[in-house]
């Protein structure tokens, strides 16, 4: 197992990971496939060049260090300690620290050791169906945010600090459309390229939808023989997307390899991650993911392409245009909002149907970003006292989540809704869910997984694109779209985003081997006396009803951290595990 761990204190340095460079003044570990401003190399030549860069430019120099990597400097005289993640957080570090000395490692389990459950992580998973950076399920072990430097001295607290930050364009003026479109194929074209560089078999995911399919056309371009590509079908009304991935394939002459999952993958493929991940992980997609990484090991692949990111850099994720419906009312004058509207649409509203849509609008506009977000959250919606029990709830801060968000939004270096939405969900939806997803999966499969998307040029300048070619009233991505006229099939260009989503409460409802699975995960969860006991034999009468489209998702979350607790700590929160 290819680990990157350490630790200092008492005068002493521990590394359990060898260095990639070592000298008298410093020593530089570096894990991951790291590339020196953009220019592939051997990871021991990049750690060199970072050694140079930081003695003469210290932290800052890690805004030259590109691609996926997770890295620790150290100065033995000192015992100065800086540790750091890519821009992505693509390689997980975590820490655990004190005034006395610190331990790192890119595995969780390597520094658990007598660590407790921490409950408000607990908390923030069924509100985000993950654990965001900095928290990590364990108390006093932290993973690292993403595009973050953590700086230690001995007797000093740990001073955690961004050395990246996005840099937008806030221009509401369309520019040059072709000159644009060209520019974004070429920038495609490299950033697969970089991404295949040394990186053994190359195959790619394709679902059928616009960042699959658009990796797949330039992935395709760069080879003689037929790219593999490896697609997840499901027998489910609304779930099945292979008839995308077929014309994609078809298209481009790719060497097409399709699996259709089934009930049974699910129940077969849970113990398997339950126990591959380090930390409750409650995306239902990690199913669909594995499968398609398993499928791609079977046939001999090293590498996988992936789309993932060019929702949150091109500005793809339908939430970008609703909400810029909700931000025009702030426009309109105080006065007619406050005065008129308000005091007349929302009391109107309960008394005239009518009116309802107006009434639910001017709720919805007069709340800020990014709460205004939150109000289509299961957790939020239900009630925090309804799902957990109150002595629980008194354990922990139920505002910190929106906090968290509310924080990472108002540091954005960025005045216009969309580029601040991009930038959130850079950190809470890319980071801290699907990335993990992608790269969890993949390696228990047995794959290493790249994202040309991500690609640092790529990233650049579809950051600075001005605001109408993200996002222009409801179209998303026109100028993407525009690049990739001629080269995608029109049905890829048309088709609205899906992704591997999983029928899981469609399936619920049916398979006897699912439900029995979620009847007794919810049971032993009662026993733990974390949730509401109502609330669970509610959610277990449900799994008989005819309701399981909207509780299904919950009962993924909870049956997720039911198993992973079974795997790895069956202690409660705040005792030792």
Known sequence: MTALSGSLGDSAIHTASAPTYSAPDLTVALLGQPRWAGQPMPVDDV????????????????TDLHGRFAVAVVHPHTQEAWLATDRFGIEGLYVRADHHGIAWSTHLHAL????????????DYVYFHCIPAPRTIYTGVYKLPAGHVLRWRPGHDPQLARYWRPDFAEDETPADTATLTEALRTLLRQAVERASHGAGTVGAYLSGGLDSSSVVAAAAGLRDAPLPTFSIGFDADGYDELPFARVVAAQFGTRAHEHYVTPQDVLDALPVLAAGYEQPFGNASVIPAYQC??????????????????????????????????????????????????????????????????????????????????????????????????????SIDRDEPLHALQAEYAAVPAQHYVNRLLALDARFTLADNDLPKVVGTAALAGVSVAFPMLDEVLVAFGYRLPIPHKVHGQALRPLFRAAMQGVLPPQTLAKSKHGFGLPFGVWLGSHGGLQELADDSLTALGTRGWFDDAFLRRLRDELHGTHLAYWGELVWVLVMLEQWLRQHAAAPPGSDC
């Open 293 to 394: 990484a398993r499928l791609a090991r079977e046939h001999g692949v090293d590498t996988l392409l992936a789309g993932d990111g060019g929702d949150e850099v091109f500005g793809g994720n339908a939430r970008y245009a609703k909400q810029g419906r909700f931000e025009r009312y702030g426009r309109v004058p105080r006065w007619l909002r406050r005065g008129l509207i308000e005091p007349l649409a929302v009391p109107l509203a309960n008394r005239v149907p009518v009116l309802g849509k107006l009434g639910s609008y001017v709720k919805q506009a007069r709340i800020a970003l990014p709460a205004r977000l939150q109000t289509y959250n299961q957790l939020e919606r239900l009630g925090p006292q309804t799902v957990f029990s109150g002595d629980f709830l008194a």
């Open 47 to 62: 750690a060199a060049c970072l050694a140079e860069a930081f003695r003469s430019r210290g932290e800052t120099a890690l």
């Open 112 to 123: 658990a050791g007598g660590a407790r459950l921490d409950p408000q992580a607990l908390y």
